[in-house]
């Protein structure tokens, strides 16, 4: 099976041309991003706005090269696919509209595929994962731990009740004047920094449940900078080393709890336990080193798939669709609409208890 996937929920443009052989496993043909990085840097944060405009400039032209560089005309791939949701209506209208274009023009199906199944399925293609395993999504817009236990079958554990972890790095960032996006920044500032010299409190502490709460951290990482302000480099970076610190420490408990729980999961006896971690936040030398730690100590296998297919990218869009089609999942109508909220856990067609 051969796809062509499109991905425009966020701030990169991106298309790709993916094979799925009938062993289950994958085939990178071409990958091909655009970051918006630059148009949204002056801001401080992703405007949607400027996001569509430039999505609409870019595509074309990425869908053209991307089936150039794979040697696959538009006619010889066997399905058509693109984001329909969760992300910004804008640049969802975008891409999937391009992509119903293509679709109808060459009498292909068309997949309408949601973002976080892409980042799901992911380390299949990468790994060659079998289900189940447990998944961190920990992006700019999404935070979630997610049992994966097989196509179109995900069970969210948890997820953020406020920001986004990535965001919490970036708006972190950005009351400390430090460049976006956030999270490489407040990291490079961490490293020079005292964990030790200021105490800042533990979200949801004590709590039972494995969901995730940033945003009173980002408020005290502002109250401090005010009592100790005009603040200093040092400053800044003890302030973030302590930020970063509590994050992992809280992850640590949170994903050492879940990773508890799967143990105790029926579904999962058998197989190796497995974590695997994607999103942008993923790239943060702190987080995935407390990770590989952790998972050492608890016995499970740690999977991070390359960096570049952790951010947002068209080849997981392509490879959800592939490992739909694999399974004789009906493609979608042209008429399907684009999706802003659409949680991973509400998944049209629910296939519950196939291994493979
Ligand atoms: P989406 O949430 O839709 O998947 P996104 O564009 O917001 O898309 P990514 O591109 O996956 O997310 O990741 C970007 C995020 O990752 C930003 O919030 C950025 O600050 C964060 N990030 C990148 N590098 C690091 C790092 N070294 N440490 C912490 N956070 C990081
Ligand atoms: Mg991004
Ligand atoms: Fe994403």
């Known amino acids: 099976i051969c796809i062509l996937g499109i991905e425009t929920s966020c701030d990169e443009t991106a298309a790709a041309v993916v094979r799925r052989h009938d062993d289950g496993s994958g085939e990178i043909l071409s990958d091909v991003v655009f970051s918006q990085l630059d148009e949204h840097a002056a801001f401080g944060g992703v405007v949607p ?13 990425l869908v053209e090269k991307a089936l150039k560089e794979a040697g696959t005309p538009l006619g010889s791939v066997d399905a058509i696919s693109a984001t329909a949701g969760p992300g910004l209506i804008g640049g969802l209208i975008v891409g999937l509209m391009t992509a119903k274009a293509l679709a109808a023009a060459s009498g292909k199906p068309l997949y309408a595929i949601n973002h976080l199944e892409g980042h799901a399925l992911t380390a299949r293609l990468t790994d060659g994962l079998e289900f189940p395993y447990l998944l ?18 995900y069970e969210r554990w948890g997820t953020t009740i406020d920001d ?9 960032a950005k ?9 490489p920044a407040v990291e490079e500032a961490a490293k020079r920094g005292d964990v030790t010299r200021f105490d800042l409190p533990t979200p949801l502490r004590g709590e039972k449940r494995l969901d995730f709460s940033f945003s009173g951290l980002k408020t005290a990482v502002r109250q401090t900078a005010q009592a100790i302000a ?12 302590s930020f970063q610190y509590t994050i992992v420490q809280t992850l640590r408990e949170r994903i050492g709890r879940s990773l508890e729980r799967l143990l105790g999961d029926s579904a999962a006896s ?13 790239a943060n030398t702190a987080i995935r080193d407390m990770l590989t730690q952790l998972c050492g100590e608890k016995g499970f296998r740690f999977v991070a798939p390359p960096h570049r297919l952790c951010t947002d990218n068209a080849v997981m869009i ?6 739909r089609m694999a399974l004789g999942l009906p493609p979608d109508g042209l008429d399907v609409a684009p999706r802003p909220r659409w949680p991973l856990d509400n998944q049209s ?4 208890g196939h291994g493979k």
Not at 318 to 323: D, I, L, M, Q, T
């Open 164 to 172: 986004a972890l990535g965001e919490a790095f970036d708006k972190t």
């Open 349 to 352: 067609a629910a296939l519950v």
């Open 230 to 241: 005009p603040v200093a480099d040092q400053d800044i970076a003890d302030i973030c080393a």
């Open 136 to 153: 961190l999504l920990v992006s700019g817009g999404h935070t979630q731990m997610v049992l994966v236990r097989g196509v179109g079958n």
């Open 49 to 61: 706005e400027i996001a569509a405009r430039a999505h609409v400039e870019m595509l074309d032209g």
């Open 270 to 282: 058998g197989a190796t336990p497995t974590l695997v971690v994607a999103g942008g936040v993923a």
């Open 318 to 323: 392509a490879w959800a669709a592939a490992e």
């Open 175 to 183: 009351l400390l004047g430090l460049s976006y996006p956030g999270g």
